[in-house]
T-cell receptor, first 114, second 114 residues
Framework: EADIYQTPRYLVIGTGKKITLECSQT?????MYWYQQDPGMELHLIHY???????EKGDLSSESTVSRIRTEHFPLTLESARPSHTSQYLC?????????????FGPGTRLTVT | KNQVEQSPQSLIILEGKNCTLQ??????????LRWYKQDTGRGPVSLTI?????NTKSNGRYTATLDADTKQSSLHITASQLSDSASYIC?????????????FGRGTQLTVWP
């Protein structure tokens, strides 16, 4: 079981609210990622980080923002939630293993915006 | 365009039976292929990883095969158990990516009935 945690696990919130999804890992991994996953669909990379003070946008355009002030912490923020943000958000971190990067996933946050 | 296609989309089998899931990819240059198991409401967990030179790899009742020439992989599950009910995701990474970028299939939703 990977040591990567996400809170909250489930969140139901009204339109226009500001939310922050927390992600933390205790493995000392430099690289961290945020994915968005809709039911029956593939994971889409929305943000990633090479390390402290490094953040980049992923393949899927997202209105969310991220920060990386500490190695172990990679929170995702939505300034004004909308129903279109309803989805599952998965955080991951990675280390080099067997010549490539092994990504370890958190349990996810299921977000519903009403 | 790098893509990963999985089939079937969903599968129902009886407990104790075997099944095989398929994955075709166009990711290039290829680095490795992983099969992940994702339980409902959880993050994906890695089952196997295969590099270019590997044809078969087993992890308990899970056996993955890779044909790098035809860019196909399969995951065979023997003597299925109720706990095998999950989504099985094929994930391919490209060579030389310092990010450890992954390309995800949409998964095969496996249901094991008693």
């Amino acid at each position: 079981e990977a040591d990567i945690y996400q809170t909250p696990r489930y969140l139901v919130i009204g339109t226009g609210k500001k939310i922050t999804l927390e992600c933390s890992q205790t493995m000392g991994h430099d690289k961290m990622y945020w994915y968005q996953q809709d039911p029956g669909m593939e994971l889409h990379l929305i943000h990633y980080s090479y390390g402290v003070n490094s953040t980049e946008k992923g393949d899927l355009s997202s209105e969310s923002t991220v920060s990386r002030i500490r190695t172990e912490h990679f929170p995702l923020t939505l300034e004004s939630a909308r129903p279109s943000h309803t989805s599952q958000y998965l955080c991951a971190s990675s280390k080099r293993r067997e010549g490539s990067y092994e990504q370890y996933f958190g349990p996810g946050t299921r977000l519903t915006v009403t | 365009k790098n893509q990963v296609e999985q089939s079937p989309q969903s599968l129902i089998i009886l407990e104790g039976k075997n099944c095989t899931l398929q994955c075709n990819y166009t990711v290039s240059p290829f680095s490795n292929l992983r099969w992940y198991k994702q339980d409902t409401g959880r993050g994906p967990v890695s089952l196997t990883i295969m590099t270019f030179s590997e044809n078969t790899k087993s992890n308990g009742r899970y056996t993955a095969t890779l044909d790098a020439d035809t860019k196909q992989s399969s995951l065979h599950i023997t003597a299925s158990q109720l706990s095998d009910s999950a989504s099985y995701i094929c994930v391919v990474s490209d060579r030389g990516s310092t990010l450890g970028r992954l390309y995800f299939g949409r998964g095969t939703q496996l249901t094991v009935w008693p």
